[in-house]
């Protein structure tokens, strides 16, 4: 393809969090136009952790990478007039400016309704905009906690060691980033009937999405069994330490446990014929995974990972970032391109895990200065 | 008003949980979904699962419902070529066989766009589509592992952890909009496309600011429940076995709060913890304050309060206390589904509310193997009756 899929689609965002911000990313990534209307001192994401070396927000440079920043002071009325001026000429407004607050800044649906009626507005927020709980705030952690799997981690090894600590959130933002991935998806849901229907509002909620991509949960309660971290974990296999590393082993079926076997060197022990039935094998989980570990704790993650890959055993390396950054597959695939960050030089940024006809997406730069693409009512925040 | 994706039709051709759970959305969202599916591998749901303590067919399959479900045995050529016909009235081909099975099936891109010319296939796999990795079978722990989710995440002391089936999910979700953006593309110019989304780029993908920073020379460690801007930020235990509450602080207003709750004037006031940086200094001895205080504490109740007082906080919610809430139910993010034998239970819905598409979500339960097969062999292709029974002696429709 040689052009992005989303080329010519107008997206402005109001992001002061993960998930509005991401879901403008993944727009902007496959081709849409993306304005990031921001207030006079720019968003929080810009003061928000990690940072690189010299201060600049790794995560705002990650979700703005390749966005326009322009300055909107909704506190005035230029400012308004700004905004009103990108709405209009935009096919999609991602929005998680929080509920009771959207009215006094002619935000709220009926609002951006009645002055743009064919733009499909998309409310990003943590609970989302409707609903007894709309107007509760949640950092990702709360995010994580109230949808399900915040309470089902950890599990394998890691629960095995600390089996009495608090449960364990997903690193990073990955609650409010499945927030972000569900608004891109309705956002583009939304304006595919638009010809037909006009704009919409779309309504999404962090909690609902990660609800969402937990939904195996629920599938189990109804079959009539609640999981808990502990016990979900897989019988054996599951997170080997080995000499230098970690890696992870998961032998679903019959074929792979016989690879598996072939890989430890077919010893007494895994010869039992008994063990030829997985439900002996889920039984003496914990003796098979004495023997996996103890084979492991002397071997280096590389070398099992190559001859078991050989064997068709799932065998996968737990990867430091630095690793990623190297890897020869994720650079053939153009996993990475190197992009100017302001205040920290070029660096290798995560494009995207789409290819579309055969080929990587493209970043169109690194992420904006603050109002480098205008300003409305500036003089304002410099008074 | 109608669900947005009416007259989409989707031949789908995937297995296991990530591509099935993006036609799933998809059909939530109005598309027609065929499932391909055959008696010679039945999908893991058709079969029992003794590790998960089913010990037959599941009644209801959360990523089944809502689709139409077709036999055809792809291994016969008859079988890829009922498989085409039913290409040729789709918009989208999606699949999730390991890289080149379909196309030793005949059912590659470029066959498929012989029988479809602007057809958007979707390819999901562990690692892509191309590249010295391209082979690798894998499951949602294994893109954990190679995208650095699993590494990320543990306690900081600890090793690192599983990521299990949210991991295939998020990769269904992301291909969901992935296909929706190749279908615009198809209507702005035409043109279809072959999407190849690779699972463990998804997982790298959900941290990508912890992959700049390492290519900055930083060496992003696992943290467990902390923030590098916030404190306290953590899972605190809660009254009663096995309950804990999540709470995150960001400001000094949200701190006073807390504190006014936990201990008043005084622990408001004390110098320790007046600002971001002493919390983040203090840490240590701020988490066994706020323990201390929240292990008196219903998780729900000290929830409610804290939500009052501004603070994020929000019980570790479990499964049961999930499908119960009256919020989700508002929002049909847990629907009620009804079982073939009338019994009701607890399903998740698509994540989201259109103001003018009320009635997405799941319509219909898991299908029978070949349930829609008079509808889509019959009325669809126009296949005779005669016909059909040919194709099933020959073990074609099979």
Same mark, same amino acid.
């Given at each position: 393809?040689?052009?992005?899929p989303l080329n010519g689609l107008k997206v402005v965002a109001r992001a002061s969090g993960v998930a509005?911000?991401?879901?403008?990313?993944?727009?902007?990534?496959?081709?849409?136009?993306?304005?990031?209307?921001?207030?006079?001192?720019?968003?929080?994401?810009?003061?928000?952790?990690?940072?690189?070396?010299?201060?600049?927000?790794?995560?705002?440079?990650?979700?703005?990478?390749?966005?326009?920043?322009?300055?909107?002071?909704?506190?005035?009325?230029?400012?308004?007039?700004?905004?009103?001026?990108?709405?209009?000429?935009?096919?999609?407004?991602?929005?998680?400016?929080?509920?009771?607050?959207?009215?006094?800044?002619?935000?709220?649906?009926?609002?951006?309704?009645?002055?743009?009626?064919?733009?499909?507005?998309? *409310?990003?927020?943590?609970?989302?905009?409707?609903?007894?709980?709309?107007?509760?705030? +949640?950092?990702?952690?709360?995010?994580?906690?109230?949808?399900?799997?915040?309470?089902?981690?950890?599990?394998?090894?890691?629960?095995?060691?600390?089996?009495?600590?608090?449960?364990?959130?997903?690193?990073?933002?990955?609650?409010?980033?499945?927030?972000?991935?569900?608004? +891109?998806?309705?956002?583009? @849901?939304?304006?595919?009937?638009?010809?037909?229907?006009?704009?919409?509002?779309?309504?999404?909620?962090?909690?609902?999405?990660?609800?969402?991509?937990?939904?195996?949960?629920?599938?189990?309660?109804?079959?009539?069994?609640?999981?808990?971290?502990?016990?979900?974990?897989?019988?054996?296999?599951?997170?080997?330490?080995?000499?230098?590393?970690?890696?992870?082993?998961?032998?679903?079926?019959?074929?792979?446990?016989?690879?598996?076997?072939?890989?430890?060197?077919?010893?007494?022990?895994?010869?039992?014929?008994?063990?030829?039935?997985?439900?002996?094998?889920?039984?003496?989980?914990?003796?098979?995974?004495?023997?996996?570990?103890?084979?492991?704790?002397?071997?280096?993650?590389?070398?099992?990972?190559?001859?078991?890959?050989?064997?068709?055993?799932?065998?996968?390396?737990?990867?430091?970032?630095?690793?990623?950054?190297?890897?020869?597959?994720?650079?053939?695939?153009?996993?990475?391109?190197?992009?100017?960050?302001?205040?920290?030089?070029?660096?290798?940024?995560?494009?995207?895990?789409?290819?579309?006809?055969?080929?990587?997406? +493209?970043?169109?730069?690194?992420?904006?200065?603050?109002?480098?693409?205008?300003?409305?009512?500036?003089?304002?925040?410099?008074? | 008003?109608?669900?947005?994706?009416?007259?989409?039709?989707?031949?789908?051709?995937?297995?296991?949980?990530?591509? $099935?759970?993006?036609?799933?959305?998809?059909?939530?969202?109005?598309?027609?979904?065929?499932?391909?599916?055959?008696?010679?591998?039945?999908?893991?749901?058709?079969?029992?699962?003794?590790?998960?303590?089913?010990?037959?067919?599941?009644t209801f399959d959360q990523v089944a419902s809502t689709k139409l479900s077709v036999r055809i045995n792809?291994?016969?050529?008859?079988?890829?070529?009922?498989?085409?016909?039913?290409?040729?009235?789709?918009?989208?081909?999606?699949?999730?066989?390991?890289?080149?099975?379909?196309?030793?099936?005949?059912?590659?891109?470029?066959?498929?766009?012989?029988?479809?010319?602007?057809?958007?296939?979707? *390819?999901?796999?562990? @690692?892509?589509? *191309?590249?010295?990795? @391209?082979?690798?079978?894998?499951?949602? $722990?294994?893109?954990?592992?190679?995208?650095?989710?699993?590494?990320?995440?543990?306690?900081?002391?600890?090793?690192?952890?599983?990521?299990?089936?949210?991991?295939?999910?998020?990769?269904?979700?992301?291909?969901?909009?992935?296909?929706?953006?190749?279908?615009?593309?198809?209507?702005?110019?035409?043109?279809?496309?072959?999407?190849?989304?690779?699972?463990?780029?998804?997982?790298?993908?959900?941290?990508?600011?912890?992959?700049?920073?390492?290519?900055?020379?930083?060496?992003?460690?696992?943290?467990?429940?902390?923030?590098?801007?916030?404190?306290?930020?953590?899972?605190? $235990?809660?009254?009663?076995?096995?309950?804990?509450?999540?709470?995150?602080?960001?400001?000094?207003?949200?701190?006073?709060?807390?504190?006014?709750?936990?201990?008043?004037?005084?622990?408001?006031?004390?110098?320790?913890?007046?600002?971001?940086?002493?919390?983040?200094?203090?840490?240590?001895?701020?988490?066994?304050?706020?323990?201390?205080?929240?292990?008196?504490?219903?998780?729900?109740e000290a929830s409610e309060r804290l939500q009052q007082a501004g603070v994020a906080a929000h019980a570790?919610?479990?499964?049961?206390?999930?499908?119960?809430?009256?919020?989700?139910?508002?929002?049909?993010?847990?629907?009620?589904?009804?079982?073939?034998?009338?019994?009701?239970?607890?399903?998740?819905?698509?994540?989201?509310?259109?103001?003018?598409?009320?009635?997405?979500?799941?319509?219909?339960?898991?299908?029978?193997?070949?349930?829609?097969?008079?509808?889509?062999?019959?009325?669809?292709?126009?296949?005779?009756?005669?016909?059909?029974?040919?194709?099933?002696?020959?073990?074609?429709?099979?």
């Open positions: 393809m040689s052009d992005s509005a911000a991401y879901a403008a990313r993944l727009l902007g990534t496959m081709g849409a136009d993306v304005s990031l209307a921001e207030p006079p001192q720019g968003t929080p994401l810009r003061r928000e952790p990690p940072f690189l070396p010299d201060g600049v927000s790794a995560l705002f440079a990650y979700l703005a990478a390749g966005a326009r920043s322009r300055v909107c002071d909704l506190d005035g009325e230029d400012g308004r007039t700004a905004l009103g001026a990108l709405l209009s000429e935009a096919d999609i407004f991602i929005d998680d400016t929080p509920v009771g607050r959207r009215e006094a800044l002619g935000l709220d649906e009926a609002a951006i309704a009645r002055r743009h009626p064919d733009l499909v507005h998309v *409310s990003v927020l943590p609970f989302g905009a409707f609903g007894p709980k709309a107007d509760w705030k +949640a950092e990702d952690i709360n995010v994580q906690h109230s949808s399900g799997e915040g309470n089902l981690l950890p599990n394998g090894l890691a629960v095995e060691m600390f089996p009495d600590r608090a449960p364990l959130k997903i690193y990073g933002h990955f609650g409010e980033m499945q927030g972000g991935i569900a608004a +891109a998806l309705g956002a583009l @849901s939304a304006l595919w009937v638009r010809d037909e229907v006009g704009g919409q509002f779309v309504d999404i909620a962090s909690q609902d999405a990660g609800l969402a991509v937990g939904a195996f949960a629920i599938q189990r309660l109804g079959d009539g069994s609640i999981e808990h971290r502990v016990e979900r974990s897989f019988r054996y296999g599951g997170v080997i330490p080995c000499a230098d590393g970690y890696l992870e082993m998961l032998t679903l079926e019959q074929r792979q446990w016989e690879g598996l076997v072939k890989l430890l060197g077919e010893p007494e022990w895994a010869l039992d014929p008994a063990l030829e039935d997985s439900l002996e094998r889920s039984r003496r989980g914990p003796e098979l995974n004495r023997h996996i570990r103890e084979w492991a704790s002397t071997r280096n993650v590389d070398d099992i990972v190559e001859a078991g890959q050989k064997l068709n055993v799932p065998l996968a390396r737990y990867k430091t970032p630095a690793e990623i950054l190297r890897d020869p597959q994720e650079r053939h695939r153009g996993l990475f391109q190197p992009v100017e960050v302001e205040g920290a030089g070029m660096l290798d940024m995560l494009v995207s895990p789409f290819h579309f006809g055969g080929e990587a997406l +493209a970043l169109h730069g690194g992420p904006p200065a603050l109002g480098e693409h205008g300003r409305a009512a500036a003089e304002k925040a410099e008074a | 008003m109608v669900k947005p994706l009416s007259g989409i039709r989707i031949a789908d051709f995937t297995v296991h949980n990530a591509g $099935p759970f993006c036609t799933h959305l998809l059909s939530q969202l109005g598309a027609e979904v065929v499932k391909i599916e055959s008696a010679m591998r039945p999908d893991a749901f058709r079969k029992p699962h003794p590790v998960y303590g089913r010990m037959g067919p599941a792809l291994k016969k050529p008859e079988g890829a070529e009922l498989a085409k016909q039913i290409v040729g009235i789709s918009d989208i081909a999606a699949e999730s066989f390991r890289p080149g099975v379909m196309g030793r099936l005949g059912l590659g891109y470029e066959a498929l766009k012989q029988v479809k010319d602007n057809i958007v296939m979707l *390819s999901v796999s562990s @690692s892509g589509q *191309s590249g010295p990795d @391209s082979h690798f079978a894998g499951y949602a $722990p294994l893109f954990g592992a190679w995208g650095g989710l699993g590494e990320l995440t543990g306690y900081e002391d600890g090793p690192p952890v599983e990521i299990r089936h949210v991991m295939d999910h998020t990769v269904g979700m992301n291909a969901a909009s992935a296909v929706m953006a190749a279908l615009h593309h198809r209507r702005a110019t035409g043109q279809g496309t072959h999407v190849d989304v690779a699972a463990r780029e998804v997982a790298a993908s959900l941290v990508g600011e912890a992959l700049l920073l390492a290519a900055a020379g930083g060496e992003p460690k696992r943290i467990g429940n902390s923030h590098p801007g916030m404190a306290p930020h953590g899972v605190y $235990p809660a009254k009663g076995e096995d309950r804990w509450i999540s709470i995150a602080v960001r400001s000094d207003e949200e701190w006073r709060a807390l504190a006014g709750l936990i201990g008043g004037e005084t622990l408001i006031a004390d110098a320790r913890f007046s600002g971001v940086a002493s919390r983040l200094a203090n840490a240590a001895e701020l988490d066994r304050i706020v323990s201390e205080w929240t292990a008196t504490q219903d998780a729900n570790s919610w479990t499964t049961p206390e999930i499908a119960a809430d009256p919020h989700l139910h508002a929002r049909k993010a847990i629907v009620d589904v009804a079982e073939p034998d009338g019994t009701i239970r607890a399903a998740v819905g698509v994540p989201m509310r259109l103001s003018k598409g009320e009635e997405i979500g799941i319509h219909r339960g898991t299908p029978k193997l070949g349930e829609h097969e008079d509808y889509v062999y019959g009325e669809l292709l126009g296949l005779t009756d005669a016909r059909r029974r040919e194709l099933e002696d020959a073990e074609v429709i099979y």
